[in-house]
């Protein structure tokens, strides 16, 4: 029989923030595709969830995700990514996000 290769899991880059997107907390699932996030710039933003996250990626409260404000109205946005725990890990060490605003939430 052939041994099966063992592979190591893959080292995925992490999603900085661009110029325009900031890091938020979900704070509540509104409804209709919608929740309420505190970001770290200090706003509180309503927020869509785009269809490609529907179905892939669920949202609960208590998550981290990266959200890019709308220019026409500020206090609302989409949201980009959802950061998985070794992707928040990562955001800490590099000192991107400061720990107490993620656990802040919790």
Known sequence: MVKRKQTEPLQKDVMLPSEGQTICVVEEIIGADY?????????TRICRIPGRFRRRAWLS???????APWDFQPNKGDILH???KDEIRK????????????????
């Open 91 to 106: 955001l800490i060490n590099m000192n991107v996000v400061a720990k107490e605003f993620i656990e802040g939430s919790q």
């Open 61 to 67: 409260e208590g998550d981290v995700v990266l959200v």
């Open 35 to 43: 929740t309420k996030v505190r970001c770290s710039d200090g706003v």
């Open 82 to 84: 959802r950061y998985e």
